[in-house]
């Protein structure tokens, strides 16, 4: 949840939290395809949105997040690489890493503007900036926290935190399938038509 600011509102600029509420009134019933969520669509999730069961693999100088849901991955360059050009904007992001004792801390930038923070804040802006920390805490549990810089729809910067939690033994991530038979389109705005 929600760590800092320590009252628990986000620091919106006042603008962007108006155009936010106003994007949010569009989206039920959606007045459009830009008004249905990402995850209707089958498309990346946003930086918060529940897209586990995650395993998380550490081949040599990376470490990749496999998620269950649409099988997206996330690498994690550990190689002292500098962020891509500022015109390479990519769904995940750019995320540089290092290791300071048992606390893998994630550099990300570089988001492009097809994914959101979560279902209540649509979209993001191209200043996003993150900084993560991924502390093992135990064997079974790595503490998460993000500090969140967007500096176009935040007065400051705010912290999230949570945690992973190791599954039981032998489980494994599942085949997944958004949009085989989904309808979600159809049922927002009808059958398209014929040609």
């Known amino acids: 949840g929600l760590v800092d600011p320590p009252n628990k509102v986000l620091p919106w600029k006042p603008e962007e939290d108006k155009k936010r509420r ?10 459009s395809l830009r008004f249905v969520e990402y995850d209707a669509r089958c498309a990346l999730p946003g930086l918060f949105l529940n897209a586990g069961p995650f395993e998380f693999i550490q081949p040599e100088k990376e470490v990749v997040m496999a998620s269950e849901y649409n099988h997206f991955t996330r690498t994690i360059h550990l190689d002292g690489r500098p962020h891509l050009n500022s015109d390479i904007r990519l769904f995940m992001g750019d995320s540089i890493g290092h290791w300071e004792g048992n606390t893998l801390i ?16 649509p979209y993001l802006s191209d200043a996003l900036h993150t900084i993560e920390r991924y502390t093992i805490a135990d ?8 500090t969140v810089d967007d500096p176009k729809l935040f007065t400051k910067p705010w912290k999230t935190a949570g945690l992973f939690r190791r599954t039981k033994k032998g489980y494994e991530i599942m085949e997944y399938a958004c949009a085989e038979g ?14």
């Open 106 to 121: 994630v550099d990300t930038t570089n988001f492009n503007e097809f994914t959101a923070f979560t279902r209540e804040i």
């Open 22 to 31: 106003d994007f949010l009134m569009k989206t039920n019933p959606a007045a």
């Open 139 to 146: 064997q079974n549990n790595i503490d998460y926290e993000v």
């Open 182 to 195: 989904s309808l979600t389109l159809e049922n927002i705005f009808g059958k398209p038509p014929s040609q």
